[in-house]
């Protein structure tokens, strides 16, 4: 395209200087570098930057292109927002990543509200008006679909966030009659956001439509997140992620920024195909995970015994520490359990002496594993383990047979047989890991009392060549250091 052509297609869009719009087109392409950089653990340090670039060129080129009515205020809020930023960045553990993401969304949903409602209350500075005095349509619908979804955003992540962070049950908690519920309110929604597009007179009336979509956006946020359960919390983060992307990019069509339209369509489209890779992963529709989450179901578990009339094996570090040495390859599979006690160190210190003694030792990451995708790839790098050694599920799976130790820390669901052999159980389908095959199994848990987010017993726990090792994940592991070392 052409100078001239990009200067008419400039005017066409608010009169924006061409040279703005090149600058948004090299945020855009910052953009997509950061989401390609981040698609891999070795790449994400050059991710994260691109991104920081693509968000300083917008941020300036905004304020450069827009007429500000107090850029020391906006210099002071940007100042304290990075402080703040850093300042959660730098003290945030990384078992409370997927609470501090689902925090972040909030604050995405809430500034879309935010600046939905700036722009009904002040048509003219943001330039929706038309030649009678009144919001366009157009912008009516942007506004109406903006406040809606950045308001689901919100309170959806408030109730992600709760739950994540352990001040709110994790289980899912059911209303009676919510499918008609939610159904219910997300057509009113779009019932009053079509009656808002088509009324021109203005007034309380018109002031009431919007007050009564933001309250029933906020509501249906909560109503659809807190029926999820905690192993369908990988979807709901990405699910979230879309939504405040959506949210961007209806108030960039409001506003006239290309940036924040091409940032929203980003960030959007990228969390819906993450929220299906992750659905894929788990054998579960988006719309199941909406209507509740694993354990639901009155009665969901597994069909076997009660656990404690099971018999198993339990052993303890030395007995893990000898088998370990003597195996000539060794899969790691971890799990949130390795996140909640802080394992990642000490489970590197163990496989780096393994392979000081000859063992070949790789890691096993399944993709819902965590409390966020790439919870596990995340916590590995902040060990250092080699990238390298680290192992999807489909370019792993097939090793287990040659195995000679299966080694799994604070995982449960994710190893699961009974997602392949028992149909009633509620994880059936879903794409686990075949530890069964592996030649000796240890299962590092805290005690045979609790079950995986899906709420089901494992059969792994009592196979001939499962020894499990009952106790706190860091602790148990550095004594299997101290009895190698």
């Excluded at 192993?231 to 290309?258: E, I, K, R």
């Excluded at 509740?292 to 018999?311: I, K, L, T, V, Y």
């Excluded at 390795?338 to 063992?359: I, N, S």
Aim: glycine share 12%.
């Amino acid at each position: 395209m052409s100078f001239d052509l990009l200067a008419a297609a400039a005017d066409g869009l608010g009169g924006t200087p061409a040279w703005a719009m090149l600058a948004y087109l090299a945020a855009g392409v910052f953009f997509i570098l950061a989401l390609r950089g981040l698609s891999s653990p070795a790449t994400s340090r050059a991710g994260n930057r691109n991104g920081m670039i693509g968000m300083a060129i917008a941020l300036v080129t905004t304020l450069v292109t827009h007429d500000i009515a107090n850029i020391v205020e906006i210099g002071i809020a940007i100042f304290l927002g990075a402080i703040v930023g850093v300042t959660i960045a730098r003290k945030i553990a990384m078992t409370a990543m997927p609470e501090l993401v689902a925090g972040f969304h909030s604050l995405v949903g809430l500034a879309a509200v935010v600046v939905g409602l700036a722009a009904w209350l002040n048509p003219g500075a943001f330039g929706i008006l038309d030649a009678a005095g009144q919001i366009l349509v157009v912008s009516r619908i942007e506004l109406g679909l903006g406040i809606a979804i950045g308001a689901i955003t919100f309170s959806g992540s408030v109730i992600a966030f709760l739950k994540l962070s352990g001040r709110m049950s994790g289980s899912p908690i059911l209303l009676p009659a919510r499918h008609i519920i939610n159904l219910g309110t997300l057509a009113a929604i779009l019932g009053l956001i079509a009656v808002y597009a088509m009324s021109g007179a203005g007034g309380p009336g018109e002031g009431m439509l919007i007050v009564w979509i933001t309250l029933l956006a906020f509501a249906i946020g909560f109503l659809l997140i807190i029926p999820i359960g905690g192993a369908d919390m990988p979807v709901v983060v990405s699910m979230l992620n879309s939504y405040s992307g959506w949210a961007a990019a209806a108030m960039g069509f409001t506003l006239g920024n290309t940036a924040m339209i091409i940032t929203g369509a980003l960030v959007g489209s990228s969390g819906a195909i993450l929220s299906y890779i992750m659905c894929k992963a788990m054998n579960r529709s988006f719309i199941s995970v909406i209507a509740g989450g694993f354990g639901a179901e009155d009665g969901a578990g597994g069909s076997g015994e009660p656990r404690e009339q099971r018999p198993y094996k339990q052993g303890s570090a030395d007995d893990a520490a000898f088998m370990l040495e003597q195996a000539e390859k060794v899969i790691v599979i971890p799990g949130y359990g390795m996140a909640v006690a802080q394992a990642q160190h000490a489970l590197r210190e163990m496989c780096d002496l393994l392979e000081e003694k000859g063992v070949e030792v790789k890691f096993a990451i399944h993709p819902v594993a965590g409390r966020m995708p790439g919870h596990m790839n995340v916590l590995l790098a902040e060990a250092s383990v080699d990238y390298d050694k680290v192992f999807e599920l489909e370019d792993i799976n097939s090793e287990f047979a040659t195995a000679d130790v299966a080694f799994i820390i604070g995982a449960n669901d994710v190893v699961n047989p009974a997602a392949k052999t028992d149909k009633s159980s509620p994880i059936y389908g879903m794409p686990v890991f075949d530890v069964d095959k592996a030649k000796q199994v240890f299962f590092i848990k805290r005690s045979m009392g609790g079950v995986g987010y899906a709420g089901v017993d494992n059969d792994v726990f009592y196979m001939d060549q499962t020894v499990m090792l009952l106790s706190d994940a860091k602790k148990m592991v550095e004594e299997i250091v101290k009895a190698l070392d």
